[in-house]
Every structure is written in structure tokens, then in C-alpha cells.
């Protein structure tokens, strides 16, 4: 089902996407705070990555 | 034998632009020619504003098959049409782009979402001025200040709206340090600009290498739409961070971005022909345009002073206009206004992290109108 063409769907549309932004950028950040937790799988020295050809 | 030649002199003459020549070309020309003062004198986005301007003149001077079908600016208009140019300028975003900023304060990233309002107070707007929905979602993506997804999002929604929305959309990002500081100080307090904030956490390499695949994952599962743009521009991010491809990441930052700016601009230029151009469907768009600008500025500081104030005082509202997308434009003014408050306060890198953001915040609010309206 899509929003209809009307300034009823213009509405509906605009609430719905300004609401689920925020939902799922709040996700994502969510998922970034769990970030700092993969540092215990290890640490990766810059020097050794570069130097690749 | 006089009359033969004064025929085929006459013949001859007709055929040259100058035959063709109406006041509407004049008018572009003229346009073209204050795009490129601005890049020039003033500096606004040379790098964009340049290509366009001097494209818009050339495109008004008739007689010229560049933007015919065969010629030149008809083929770098062709890889906009087809959706290739958007995404190749986001692998060069992303290979240019840090996004340890955004990774340290996670969350600063709902300014993205919040400086958003823009988009749909010029959505509804258009939708009032009588454009189709499609239209409309096309005209509000001008607000989320991305000029790749808004290109990608108009050619979805509504392709011949294409050189008013490029044109207002890149416009008024090379004018954001215009449009934004007097609604910015007209919303906060000298004591709220005057915030110093406390220094974000240390990335780690790992962090910055996993980030790229795990929003690629996340963004493409929730929004298949706008897959083509986040895919591009992690491929470029972990090109940048994995750094034993230093020569693939430099490339896709620096030489291929600048054959795609080029190429961009040219496109985008070539189609401000006056006959498709100057009428009262652009002015609206031009101003929905500055509409959903303004708005997006008004919500994001209005977002980081709620934020500030749930903080206790620990967050600068100039980063909120920062959420707009338009990186590192929006961040380097939200650093300026601070500065002018107290040349003390370096903002830029907090900035950064809402500005980021604000990129996947206009992906996510395209890709959701995209699939909303019914676009696959």
C-alpha cells in the first residue's frame, strides 16, 4: 500500500518518515554505542595495515 | 547573382545562435555568469559553482549541439539520468570521510534526523502549491542538503524537476554560510553559543573498519532503496580505513572525484536551458528550496537545545544545524558562529559528528519516502 496523492498522504507521508528517521538513526546509534566493546577482540596497529600494494 | 548571395548569406545567418538567441537566454547567461562571480569573488563552493555557471551559459547559447543528443554535456547528463554519477561521488565521500567523530558521540547522531524537518515542511508545502507527491518529495529532499541524494531521490521521483532541484539544492549549499548563522543566533542564547564541550573519546582503527560494513548491512536491509549511495559510500569509507589500499582510497578521493565533480557540474549546468527553466514552477522550487534550508537549520539547533537542556548544559545548540547533511559545510559554520562567540571554542570536530549523520539522515528519510510513495 502507498500514500495516495492527496495533502492527506503529504501529511501521513511527512509524519511517518520524520518518526521512523528518528527511530532508525536512533538504532544506529544504538548499535555504536556497542562499538567501544570490539576493542576487546583486539587492537590493530596502523603501522602493520599499511604498506599494502 | 546578388540575390543568390544575399540568400544564402541570409541562409547562413540564420543558421548561427544568434538567430535563435531570445530574451530567456539572456537571462541564464546572466545567471550563469553571478553563479561563477560568487565562486570567484566571494568563494562559494568554487568547486561546484564554477562547472555549473559556465554550463548554464554555454547551455543558453543556442545553436551549440553540446547538450543535443551526441554531444558532450548530453553524455554527462546521461550519467546522472542513469544514476551513476550520484553514487561514484558517494565512494569518493566516503574515502574522504572520518567518521570517527560520529562513532565517539552516538548521541549527537539524532541531530541527523532532527534538522530533517526541513525536508517535509517544503514536502507539504509543495504538495499545497499543487505539485503531485512524488513532485513534492522530491522538492522537500532539497532540505536534506545532500547533493548526490537529492539527484538520486528526483531522478526516482520525479526526473524532470531535475535541473530546479540540482540547481536550488547545490545552490544553496555553497550559500549555507549565508542562510544558516542568522537563524542560528536568532534561536540561541550568546550564553548557549558560548558552550564548550568536553572532548570526545579516542576511535580505535578496528572500530573504524567495522563501521563501513555494518551500516552497509543495517542501511541496506532497512532501505533497499537507497542501497546504490550507502553501499558507495562504505565501499569508499573502508577503502579509507583499512588504509593497505592508500592508492584505491586516494584515487577514489581525489583524482575520480574530480573527474566526477567535473562531469557532475557540467550535467547539472547544461540543463538551466531557459526555455525548460524560467518559469513559475522554478521560482516555487527555488523557494521551497530556501523553505526546507531554513527549516532544517530552525529544527536541528531547536533539537540540540532540547538535547542541551535533558544534558544539563553540556551541548553547543550551534552543532544542531550541523545535521543537515552538506559535509564538512555544515560543521565548518556551526564552528564559525562558535567561534565568534568565543575564539576559544573549536566546534568542528563535534560538529562533525550531527553533520555526518546528517547524511545517513537524509538517506534514511529518501529511502523511506521512496518506498512509501511506491519507487522501487
Known amino acids: 500500500m502507498t500514500v495516495p496523492d492527496t495533502m492527506e498522504g503529504a501529511y501521513v507521508l511527512s509524519v511517518i518518515d520524520f518518526f521512523l528517521s528518528f527511530v532508525i538513526i536512533w538504532g544506529i546509534s544504538l548499535v555504536l554505542y556497542i562499538f567501544p566493546y570490539l576493542n576487546k577482540l583486539g587492537h590493530l596497529d596502523d603501522n602493520k595495515l599499511r604498506g599494502g600494494h | ?376
Open chain 2, 1 to 376: 547573382m546578388f540575390e543568390q548571395i544575399s540568400s544564402l548569406m541570409l541562409n547562413l545567418a540564420e543558421q548561427t545562435g544568434i538567430a535563435q538567441l531570445w530574451w530567456g537566454n539572456i537571462v541564464m547567461i546572466m545567471v550563469g555568469a553571478i553563479l561563477i562571480y560568487l565562486a570567484l569573488s566571494r568563494r562559494y563552493e568554487p568547486f561546484l559553482l564554477l562547472g555549473i555557471g559556465f554550463s548554464c551559459i554555454v547551455a543558453n547559447v543556442p545553436g551549440s549541439d553540446l547538450t543535443q543528443p551526441g554531444g558532450l554535456f548530453y553524455y554527462a547528463y546521461k550519467g546522472v539520468e542513469l544514476v551513476i554519477i550520484p553514487p561514484l561521488i558517494f565512494l569518493g565521500v566516503g574515502a574522504m570521510t572520518d567518521f570517527g567523530p560520529m562513532i565517539a558521540n552516538p548521541s549527537l547522531m539524532i541531530l541527523g534526523a532532527a534538522a530533517h524537518l526541513g525536508i517535509f515542511i517544503a514536502l507539504i508545502g509543495a504538495k499545497a502549491l499543487g505539485f503531485t507527491l512524488a513532485e513534492a518529495g522530491a522538492i522537500g529532499i532539497i532540505g536534506g542538503a545532500d547533493g548526490p541524494m537529492a539527484i538520486f531521490v528526483t531522478m526516482k521521483l520525479a526526473p524532470h524537476l531535475l535541473p530546479q532541484i540540482a540547481v536550488a539544492a547545490y545552490s544553496y549549499m555553497a550559500l549555507m554560510p549565508l542562510i544558516q548563522p542568522p537563524i542560528m543566533k536568532l534561536l540561541t542564547s550568546p550564553a548557549e553559543r558560548q558552550i564548550v564541550m568536553t572532548q570526545g573519546r579516542t576511535v580505535s582503527r578496528l572500530e573504524k573498519i567495522c563501521f563501513p560494513f555494518v551500516i552497509a548491512i543495517i542501511v541496506n536491509l532497512l532501505l533497499p532503496p537507497v542501497a546504490p549511495l550507502i553501499t558507495m559510500l562504505m565501499l569508499g569509507n573502508m577503502l579509507r580505513e583499512v588504509l593497505m589500499v592508500d592508492r584505491l582510497a586516494s584515487t577514489a578521493a581525489n583524482d575520480l572525484m574530480n573527474v566526477i565533480t567535473i562531469t557532475l557540474t557540467v550535467a547539472v549546468g547544461s540543463t538551466m536551458e531557459a526555455s525548460k527553466f524560467l518559469n513559475i514552477q522554478t521560482l516555487e522550487i527555488v523557494v521551497l528550496g530556501l523553505v526546507a534550508f531554513m527549516g532544517g537549520t530552525a529544527s536541528g539547533v531547536i533539537g540540540a537545545k532540547i538535547m542541551n537542556w535533558f544534558s544539563g548544559g553540556k551541548i553547543n545548540p550551534l552543532i544542531g544545524s550541523a545535521g543537515i547533511a552538506s559535509v564538512p559545510i555544515a560543521a565548518r559554520v556551526s564552528h564559525v558562529v562558535g567561534l565568534q562567540e568565543n575564539p576559544y571554542n573549536f566546534l568542528i570536530m563535534h560538529a562533525m559528528g550531527p553533520n555526518l549523520a546528517g547524511v545517513f539522515g537524509t538517506a534514511i528519510s529518501g529511502g523511506i519516502m521512496l518506498a512509501l510513495i511506491g519507487i522501487k
